[in-house]
């Protein structure tokens, strides 16, 4: 039975995984908390991919304050590893657990991990040590939605990201070039990329507002790099002089999507500038969105953030390959004759999509309003 | 200098004033308390239009109890009336509260009818009567914003409400027969109407929808009447089988406004079926809304609840002829193919509508977004 003191515990562990915030993936966050007679003695969490892990980062910290780690109990966000592979960068935390003697091990959740799951609590209770799961459980399926997405689903966590005004149009999907939503909430959407692994727009929005894509408005010293920047442009109508690939220096990758017998010459000037070029079959209703997914799970991808325009984040709500939707509503009415203004609303042949709970906040002068797909 | 004990009595006096919501149009709603010693002595609301009012009504409630009023302090929402007039059905309240002996009086707001105004408050000082004013006056603009609209700008307050997807899609927009809000959004359009005047519809949403606009989901026991059900349909396209029509017995009388043109066959046997018709000068946007909310005005009327469609509560909008806007926002996405559905952008010309700050709620599984137009 868990305790107050072991939640708090626990909770101190969730502080320290956020440490690594943007820069562990696809790796999850993680962060471990060794405690003695109600007393700290060392601290960890996993600071980058391929770097220590958390339980031993919190073993060596202990170490370093000359506190032994015998007979003390472990917090961790995550189940502890258990296994070796040549594209391990670490030895298994398991072993270096029941080394050092830890007597109790408190875990949130499971690892999703098909080669940990459930191994890493079984090697540790088989070698005498106690074990708890399911502490704040639900915080960690929040912490690491996109490293549990992936593994549940095969491809990144997906978040629709829109700025409308109250009567359903988007003009700056961006939130870039052209502003619907205030400064507070075009923040949010800065410190949304930079957690995320990726963002990604249409040809349309990049026609039209000519994004950056890079995050600015937030300090970055939390974060070691910026997301990697996706272009769904079937027929490569990208200009070459879009602010996207000219900023390089300030922003991640770009990688482009685009249909096969998109043009060569073109092709070859994007390849000049900096980007990548991924050739996919057009459909019916444009680039297929799964195997865009698929692809950037491949490169590690874990998250994506999906800043518009109207069509693209329509036809990832229709093919229902989403996983959050975030509208900020702006107290505006921009009516149906304003320039490049359009609603987001998808071109959907059923009865439309039924949501899950919406949860609305304020967000400067707007109202945020999230939601999930609906469950069952 | 009003203490908190003051403030407490003046909030009992705004709690009585409501007893009166729905039945009190074209007069405020008004409630007064009488307090000697701390002690309530007298309670009294204007129950309905043509009723005793508050004061008297608080002065006779102390009677009753067997209290004098000599010496009390009063508390009245509104100033109390000090005029004399052919069309009005009682006694200036200024000569009772003077008669009968009241030592303080507090009000909350001024009454912005030109023949009280100041006058209620000059009256009662020439008595000698000690007179504070301004304790919750915003309370009262908020109570009787019907009211003070009139007299501030010849209108009725006009509240628009609508019910939209996520993506800024309206279907039902009178709440009525296609549904896209919740079960607690529809109760709560009907308690809006229970307190409106009037209750405003297009031809498109009854032709979509054909709404009863009646009161029904809520308990009636406090609201003796049904609102004026209006509808605006320049070509009188109107079925004679509408619901509008036929439940006389249950809603309120129906007056279509009409342009000078129409079927005057159609006329007649509407006149039988017992709506009134009033014809109007069809303007390049349809019907001429300010001549609408005038001859409204003429007849009482000091509230409308607009409940669509689109088409009309883009037209109030773009014609700044509204004071509050609800959208309630529900968890669905409707799309762009769907039936009857679309968005209640309004068509204009300029660079689109700033709207004051915007409050969100949760109204059941919906979220309600509510607005004022923007000041200065």
């Known amino acids: 039975m868990s305790s107050n003191f072991d939640l708090r515990c626990m909770k101190r562990a969730f502080a320290l995984a956020k440490l690594g915030a943007g820069r562990t993936s696809p790796n999850p966050m993680v962060g471990a908390l060794l405690v003695r007679e109600g007393r700290i003695i060392g601290e960890g969490w996993h600071k980058q991919y391929g770097g220590i892990h958390a339980e031993e980062a919190a073993l060596l910290d202990a170490k370093a304050r000359g506190e032994s780690p015998s007979g003390a109990a472990l917090y961790c966000t995550l189940e502890p590893c258990s296994f070796e592979a040549p594209d391990k960068h670490r030895r298994p935390c398991t072993g270096l657990i029941i080394e050092n003697g830890v007597k109790n091990v408190f875990i949130a959740a499971l690892d999703p991990n098909p080669r940990v799951n459930g191994g890493g609590v079984r090697a540790l209770k088989n070698a005498g040590i106690s074990v708890e799961t399911g502490l704040l459980a639900e915080a960690e399926e929040e912490l690491n939605r996109g490293f549990r997405t992936f593994w549940r689903l095969g491809r990144p966590f997906v978040h629709i990201k829109l700025a409308s005004s109250i009567d359903g149009r988007i003009a ?156 900020f509503f702006a107290p505006l009415i921009l009516g149906g004759h304003f320039g490049a203004v359009s609603g987001f609303a998808p071109r959907l042949v059923s009865e439309g999509i039924e949501l899950g709970p919406l949860v609305a906040r304020r967000s400067g002068t707007d109202i945020l309003i999230e939601c999930e797909p609906r469950k069952g």
Do not use: M
Not at 226 to 247: F, H, N, T, W
């Open 172 to 327: 700056a999907a961006s939130g870039d070039s052209r502003w619907i939503s205030c400064e507070t909430s075009r923040k949010q959407t800065h410190r949304w990329r930079s957690f995320y692994d990726a963002v990604l727009v249409g040809s349309g929005c990049l026609a039209a507002d000519d994004p950056e894509l890079s995050v600015r408005l937030v300090k970055r010293g939390f974060k070691a790099r910026q997301p990697l920047r996706v272009l769904l442009d079937s027929r490569l109508s990208i200009k070459e002089d879009a602010k996207i690939l000219g900023a390089g220096e300030k922003g991640g990758k770009v990688i482009v999507f685009c249909a096969h017998n998109s043009d060569a010459a073109k092709r070859e000037r994007l390849l000049a500038l900096g980007a990548e070029l991924v050739e996919l079959e057009r459909q019916k209703n444009g680039l297929p969105l799964a195997e865009v997914l698929k692809n950037l799970a491949g490169r590690g991808v874990r998250s994506v953030l999906v800043e518009g325009g109207a069509a693209v984040a329509g036809s990832f709500l229709r093919e229902a390959l989403w996983d959050r939707l975030s509208v």
